[in-house]
């Protein structure tokens, strides 16, 4: 059961169709009743067992291809994250009850990727159609009968290829938003303008290899007496969505800390704004105001991962004493805490979203290490090299499968 209320096991054991999940190393993961039936194994015989194991292609016959041929079809899909609709196979079963004999059998299959979160294929969903009987009657029938599993076979072979365009459709439509949601965070995101003379540096990396732009941003506000407010933020969720309440959540603060008396009352104001605006629960932010006539940072987070300080001298320091839950955790609105932490010219303050640290099956303490690590070998660097360095550190080789906001401030 999910949030949906639907039960998607049950609706998998009803399906009217042969259905089976398969891992992207081709090992049974889980099978309907009707794809039991049709291959005439128990799911005890299938679940977590290797695809050739289970059915390997005739030996005593060269020409039986149908399994090698599903094989090369299951790795094309987890590969490319397409469906894929095969042509009608001819696949040798071996008979359980009769070791060495071979029933020769017909199945028509279509292959599908599933994802997972962050847009990796992690199952394939195998669904087969049984059609030895209409081969088998047109082999042994007359030119009526023939002609009738003639048409049978053609219509499964239009559905196939109706399904195969479904599926390009779909996959053109997740293109086109996510090329939009792309325009639209860029356009939203501002662009850098001048500090005076404080200088700062201003990153955003999308996520590669996926569809799942998301709806981190970064604002700066210049404040009266040589001061400004800085934050980056993290809206749960991807696409259009994510980033149309990510463009009002970031107005609504960087108009708030214009006014507030500091970045906690900020985030309570717009922590009151997000309650109307839907998608805009569980966001995460990191807001702070830097004061160089005193030297200071007064920061506050809703749950976001703490920015970095810098020091001359090469130390790190996570501001990390006032955190709070994200927007909308709580039933009640309460007034969240703030800190405030001196720095000595020369410092650089870093803020970031967790696409730069945040890894699968690895501890966040390790990805903060990491980039402390970073800081300390570029220390001295201006915050435009400093941003640079820091990217090519810790965002994998092959593109990072979360969007990255990063901000540096030279102190």
Partial sequence: MNGSGIDYEAVFRRLPAPVALLTTDLVYADANPVYLTTIGRTRDELVGRYLFDVFPDNPDDPGASGM?????????????GERD???????????????????????????????DGEGRVVLLLH?????????????????????RAQVLEAELYSRARELQEVNEQLRQAHAREHEVALSLQAAMLPALAPLGHHRAAVRYRPATGALNVCGD????????????????????????AAAGVMGQLRSALSAASRVAEGPASALDVLGLYARFVDGAESTTVFSAVIDWAENTVVYSSAGHLPAALLAPDATVTFLDRATDPPLGARPEPQARPQACRAFTEGARLILYTDGLVERRDEDIDTGLQRLAASLVRHHGSDPEALADAVLVDLLPSGGATDDTALVVIAL
Avoid: C, K
């Fill in 85 to 115: 609709a095969m042509a009608l196979q001819r696949y040798d079963v071996e008979d359980r009850a009769r070791p060495g004999v071979w029933e020769e059998r017909y199945w028509s299959a279509v292959n599908t990727p599933v994802f």
């Fill in 127 to 147: 669904r087969v159609e049984e059609v030895t009987e209409l081969i088998r009657a047109r082999g042994r029938t007359g030119a009526v009968d023939g002609e």
């Fill in 217 to 240: 941003w970064y604002d700066l506000a210049e404040l009266p007496g040589d001061q400004l407010a800085v934050a980056v933020g993290d809206v749960v969720g991807h696409g259009l």
């Fill in 68 to 80: 090698s041929n599903l094989g090369a079809s299951l790795r094309r899909v987890a590969a490319t």
